[in-house]
């Protein structure tokens, strides 16, 4: 009995080699809950596991199965099947197993739904799996699971046959073979020797949640709106001794299996939204998945605290659980990305290859400008603007700035501020995301911009540590939010001239109550809505951190671009209004230093002055910048994971949806073969093996082994 030790999706003389020296094979139970090709969860420890169902849960449940060859061809011809009893036993009675039609060089189909038909039907279907038992089960008498035909098939295929195994529980009992006569008594016997815990147990994992809050509290310039009491993430697994579940010791576990390390690191940072117990999930899937595309690297995943505002009203209201508040999440994200470079450079792997998905890239890119050494790092579905990883665009307040800038990602406030597209909007000038422009590079004020902020990751790219940026174009989260078109310009070009959005157009853009559409736009929306207080101007959804810059208008009486003007008067009140974008142009560039056209935050109020502001003149400078850009400069590219980077080698922007799906299979109900933000997670491993399979090559030089 021969597995899969190298875990490279085939069986081998290697593989034979190591069962020959009874060398003991490493894997996890099955105790998560996966369903069809896109649902359940992939946290350890769900109360209705996998294993308890008699059944192979879908292409998700398909990596927590392990091959293993049985080599039975001459003893079919001693011993025949109809003579003598063929038993596979566990003592420990911790196994199920299901017949397959695999052979050894293509015992990894059922991972990739390549193959015969019956390889097909267990990925496809619900194929039945057999608990295999103390007193042992019968392979020729299972005609009803499948273990008749295996038999005959062995017989007339000669060459050995494939099962699939998974773990019901943690042990370290063997796999056993045996053949006796009618009579009971045993003429051959052979043993897998295995161990088995649970997946947790096989990598290590740090938790920056705790070191964020005590961050906070040191440094003693922001503190996190809200703490919480709990699900605060599982403790550091990083030492030998750490390695203990549910009192039970598995370090032996661990370090039988870490010692086939091939001594690369890679280290992986989850998204936003994702709690600490989400957060266990996220990380064993993505150890799964390189695991069976063959990375042989220590794998470390990173939980950070990127669910702030998490509340029981939105799990209530919406489904799903949602942090509403992304821009606090933001600056978590940044501090959390300083902490991680120190862990980095105190803990040997500054020559890791890192992964991060969503907003963990800002985790990432924060540490690598701080100064975190890396070897390679891939970007993928990441939540941060494309200019922040772009040189400054130097183009001039009258150029044509929309070339420069993505062209829904403007207000149509202030681009088209009376719905009409042939009226000249408010400037660019005038605009809070040019507002650092007015300063020059001694003033504090001239770093209020998401332009190349996190450039060193662009800078990397020609010494050594590349970042390979995997988007998609149809993400629903970074999809961008365009309002019913009213009217078009001469030229014909589409553009959108509708008011702000508001609560109205988003709930009939979203499905709050359908998972598929949650997060749908939001993205853009963050960027969109700063300065404006909300989903609308009435309905606070953020607190105040998004109510000023950005969008919003500046109606401080004192600076006179919002003006009421008492005429014969309406129903007794006055008339009030913007001063116009004809007007507002002829504004001195060097008024707008105190005076900007955007909302103006009082709480701020050192930042609006004529006078120099040096940046050793503030308190708490880099707090401050990183509160600022959270939360009133917008942004006007799209996400990173949106289109790709345009200043990287298109060798390193990798199209997700173009690679990997289109053309290919994908899941039925993913119509037009769609990709969604999260199905780096949910999307069975058949369907995208491809890219952990390039994922492992670039961790390994090139080679898959």
Known sequence: MTPDYYHNRMIDDKDRDRAMNEDIFYFWINDDDDQGDLEGSDIPGASRPDWDNAVVDGTRDLEDFFPVSLNLVELLDIYLPWQYHYRLKAVGENLNIAFTDLTPTDSGNYLTAEGTNMTREIVFSKAETVPVTKAGIDLFKLKKQGGRQFMERLRLQEQPGVILVEGRKAGTTPLLLEITDVNGNKVFSSQLNLSLAGVEMMFRQKNLIQPLFDFYQTNAFVTPDHVPTTALGPPDRLKLQSFVDAGQDYSAHFSGFEADNDGNDFVFVHGYNTNGEEARGSQTEIFKRMYWSGSHARFLGVTWYGWDSQSSFWQGL???????????????????????????????????????????????????????????????????????????????????????????????????????????????????????????????????????????????????????????????????????????????????????????????????????????????????????????????????????????????????????????????????????????????????????????????????????????????????????????????????????????????????????????????????????????????????YGMYDYWARLIDGGNLQ
């Not at 799903?320 to 990305?337: D, E």
């Not at 507002?435 to 902020?453: E, L, P, V």
């Not at 990287?648 to 993913?670: A, L, Q």
Request: proline share 6%; aromatic share 14%.
């Open 318 to 688: 919406c489904a799903g659980k949602r942090a509403i508040n992304y821009h606090i999440n933001v600056r978590h994200a940044y501090y959390t990305g300083q902490l991680l470079k120190q862990f980095v450079a105190s803990n040997n792997l500054s020559n890791a290859t890192f992964a991060a998905h969503s907003l963990g890239n800002m985790v990432m890119a924060s540490a690598i400008k701080n100064g975190m050494n890396y070897r390679q790092y891939f970007m993928t579905n990441a939540a941060v603007p494309e200019e922040a990883f772009i040189p400054q665009i130097a183009y001039a307040d009258d150029a044509n700035w929309a070339t420069n800038t993505g062209k829904l990602m403007y207000h149509p406030d202030w681009r088209y501020p009376n719905g009409d597209p042939n009226e000249e909007g408010y400037k660019p000038f005038l605009w809070a995301t040019e507002w650092y422009k007015r300063f020059d590079q001694t003033d504090y004020r001239q770093s209020m911009t998401w332009r190349d902020f996190f450039g060193k990751v662009t800078q990397n790219q020609g010494k050594g540590a590349p970042t390979y940026n995997f988007y998609s174009t149809n993400d629903e989260v970074f999809r961008p939010f365009t309002m019913p078109l009213q009217d078009k310009p001469v030229d014909g070009t589409e553009v959108n001239i509708d008011r702000k959005p508001g609560l109205w157009e988003v709930l009939k853009n979203i499905s709050c109550t359908d998972v598929s559409r949650v997060g749908t736009y939001s993205w853009s929306l963050q960027e969109l809505l700063k300065g404006l207080g909300g989903l609308t101007d009435q309905i606070d959804l953020f607190g105040t951190d998004s109510r000023f810059g950005g969008w919003g208008f500046n109606d401080d009486p004192a600076d006179g671009y919002y003006r009421c003007v008492p005429p014969e008067t309406v129903d007794g009140e006055e008339t009030c209004g913007r001063m116009s974008p004809a007007e507002a142009q002829k504004v001195d560039p060097l008024t707008l230093k105190a005076k900007p056209l955007f909302s103006k935050n009082l709480n701020n109020s050192f930042l609006y002055s004529a006078d120099p502001l040096p940046e050793q003149s503030v308190t708490n400078a880099e707090a401050k910048r990183i509160e600022l850009l959270a939360n009133e400069f917008p942004a006007l590219t799209y996400a990173a994971g949106h289109r790709g980077v345009s200043r990287f080698d298109r060798e390193f922007n990798i199209d997700i949806r173009g690679r990997y799906i289109k053309g290919g299979r994908w899941p039925r109900k993913r119509i037009k073969k769609e990709w969604r933000h999260n199905d780096i997670y949910s999307v069975g491993y058949p369907y995208l």
